[in-house]
């Protein structure tokens, strides 16, 4: 084992980063090794979708939003989580956000959407009658360990400004409890409702992978990007088809790997770029290869 933790932090090591942090979790003993800073805080950027659909996914279990439900838009909610609902990528901030309509028709193809991030978190405010971030401390941050993670829209302004897209900073112990919450699920959240979120949502739906390119069949949950038979891709091509996770626009990913038991976690300092293209499925491939 020391063999291979040697080995991984020679990759780390050698990525054109100024500073790191990241874990390798065993999802079925729950132990866990780490690597890098693991208390200095990154912006997460697209990231954080993973925590705020975790909360929107909360706010459904507690009855406060349906996920079938219409939003003041005309949107589908589960559609909306999904990427399917036909709204633009970037928010048109020169209307309000509930005025944001689809560009395409809804459910014909997968858009990954900042606005429609942003527009969930707008209903669940206007809903509920919580500011989003409290809302996230109290359903997400507070019980999983995310002692560290803040919600800001400042990290992110074009995203919008809750946060909901790309606004979390926090450290890679936040990430941690983050992937706990994703594996293992939180108070406030149906099981059976996470495990339908981890299953691909209209699998059909082709749309483009940010970053990635093309894909016949850009399969999605309910918020997370399930890896399915996309490449290329961000993470290892021995990843199994139900690795669900997401990567973020400044260097960071968590990926979770259901059949082969395995989690890991990156945040770095520097934006995704040609370098996280080749190295990412590199390193995954050695945490697999190690580990799995």
Known sequence: MSDHRTSLAE?????????????????????????????????????????????????????????????RNGSVLSDVLAHASGLSAEIDHTI?????????????????????????????????GFQFNDYMFEVLFEVTGMESAVLSGELWPS????????????????????????????????PDLLAQAKLPYLPEL??????????????WGLGL?????????WTSKLNSPSTFGHFGASGTFLWIDPERNLATGVLTDRDFDLWAQKAWPEFSTSIITAYG
């Open 11 to 71: 990759q780390l090591e050698a990525w054109p980063v100024q500073n790191y942090a990241c874990f390798v979790l065993d999802t079925a003993t729950g132990s866990e090794v780490m690597f890098g800073d693991c208390d200095r805080s990154f912006r997460w950027a697209s990231v954080s979708k993973l925590a705020t659909s975790l909360g929107i996914l909360s706010s459904v279990s507690e009855g406060v939003l349906k996920l079938d439900g219409e939003l």
């Open 96 to 128: 309000e956000i509930f005025e944001q309509r689809p560009t395409i028709p809804p459910r014909t193809r997968r858009i990954y959407s900042n606005a429609g991030f942003e527009l969930l978190a707008a209903t669940l405010e206007d809903t509920s």
């Open 159 to 190: 995203a919008g400004r809750s946060g909901a897209a790309a606004g979390v900073l926090g450290s890679l112990r936040d990430l941690l409890g983050l992937a706990r919450a994703l594996i293992w699920g939180t108070p406030f959240l149906d």
């Open 206 to 219: 082709p749309g483009i992978l940010p970053g990635f390119g093309e894909m016949p069949r850009n399969y």
């Open 225 to 233: 990007e399930i890896r399915g038979e996309k490449f290329p891709h």
